[in-house]
T-cell receptor, first 108, second 113 residues
């Protein structure tokens, strides 16, 4: 069965302090690696899909990268509004399995 | 363009009762997936519906059942509620065969007392 492990569980950063979130996965065959952002009391919001090792996607201060065993979500010069839980998932639109998430807090 | 709509937003039920949660998918989407998210955890896959049939099912007991209607909307039913069923229930819609992420609703917060 596909497994997704995210680390760290929680991360506190100062505004402007860049860092990375990790998502390691075990799958029989990677169909897709997804990143979502979830604000408290809300549903997850789609950020990126990655399909093959070496692929990168960027959106504002976020950049997602993929290797054969893990994905990183790099946050450059974060702002307080980037505070949220970031979820990683593997699969495709037929079946998507999520990790437990990393809760990011950015302090001004 | 309306996104995914879920109702109700909050619900309190007593152990042993039954509950029905509803979901209207995003316009143009034909597939609905349901997830359970306990506090501090990631979403856990319950099942997925396409063409009014259950296509995939996660590791949930038969107390959890669902339905999809011809207009693609969906219901999640949970019988014989347990305290452990307290969670945020998320509905996600997608277009089968389209290689993009899901669109999620804001969820229904179910509390079992």
């Amino acid at each position: 069965e596909d497994q997704v492990t995210q680390s760290p569980e929680a991360l506190r950063l100062q505004e402007g302090e860049s860092s990375s979130l990790n998502c390691s996965y075990t799958v029989s065959g990677l169909r897709g690696l997804f990143w979502y952002r979830q604000d408290p009391g809300k549903g997850p919001e789609f950020l990126f899909t990655l399909y093959s090792a070496g692929e990168e996607k960027e959106k504002e201060r976020l950049k997602a990268t993929l290797t054969k065993k893990e994905s990183f979500l790099h946050i450059t010069a974060p702002k307080p509004e980037d505070s949220a839980t970031y979820l990683c998932a593997v699969g495709d639109n037929n079946d998507m399995r999520f990790g437990a998430g990393t809760r990011l807090t950015v302090k001004p | 363009d309306a996104g995914v709509t879920q109702s109700p937003t909050h619900l309190i039920k007593t152990r042993g009762q039954q509950v029905t949660l509803r979901c209207s998918p995003k316009s143009g989407h034909d597939t609905v997936s349901w997830y359970q998210q306990a506090l501090g955890q990631g979403p856990q896959f319950i099942f997925q519906y396409y063409e009014e049939e259950e296509r995939q099912r996660g590791n949930f007991p038969d107390r959890f059942s669902g339905h999809q209607f011809p207009n693609y909307s969906s219901e999640l039913n949970v019988n014989a509620l347990l305290l452990g069923d307290s969670a945020l229930y998320l509905c996600a819609s997608s277009f089968l065969g389209q290689a993009r992420g899901y669109t999620f609703g804001s969820g229904t917060r179910l509390t079992v007392v």
